[in-house]
């Protein structure tokens, strides 16, 4: 009889490695340096440095990176001063197919796209298991200064989700 509740365990488990993160709660801290990924340029990043500033992370699928361009296009827009304010796109490379290269190349034009976010190159998936986030899709988290949790979304965002994302950030500076 044991051996028929193993299922329900992992299936249990697996589930509770789907929840989002929550709002009020800080996320654990991750690094990305070395072969688990980091910065365009190989330099290091931890999500650490997310404190001090509000902050906006994607967290990327390349198979669908354009599901909320339009969150990036509006904070664009919002013209937000960047002594306060900061945007990081995380891209799990490890839930594609796509060559790395080719992911690279995009990455290099979204930087000059949006010079003011930081692109990261998750390759193991780090941030999205450390932090409970769907691992073949994309979020939306804004965090505080503190590094707490504010707003989360995860797949594409609806206009009303995208005025309550922008609200939020407005709100925390």
């Not at 988290?141 to 503190?146: E, G, K, T």
């Not at 707490?148 to 989700?161: I, K, M, P, T, Y």
Request: aromatic share 6%; proline share 4%; net charge neutral.
């Amino acid at each position: 009889m044991a051996k028929n509740f193993g299922w329900l365990l992992v299936v249990l488990m697996s589930l509770n490695s789907l929840a989002a993160p929550v709002v009020g709660q800080k996320p654990p801290s991750v690094t990305l340096s070395g072969s688990a990924g980091g910065r365009l340029s190989g330099a290091a990043w931890s999500s650490d440095e997310l404190l001090g500033k509000v902050s906006v992370v994607f967290s990327i699928d390349p198979d669908v990176a354009h599901v909320n361009e339009a969150a990036g296009a509006a904070l664009t827009g919002e013209k937000l001063p960047a002594d306060e304010f900061q945007s990081v796109a995380v891209v799990n490379m490890a839930a594609t197919w796509l060559p790395s290269f080719a992911i690279d190349q995009r990455l290099r034009q979204k930087q000059k796209q949006y010079p003011d976010t930081v692109h990261v190159r998750d390759l193991r998936r780090s941030l999205v298991r450390a932090w409970d986030l769907a691992d073949d899709g994309n979020a939306v988290l804004v965090l505080d200064r503190q590094g707490r949790v504010l707003f989360v979304h995860e797949g594409q965002l609806d206009e009303a989700s995208l005025r309550a994302m922008i609200q939020a950030v407005r709100s925390a500076l």
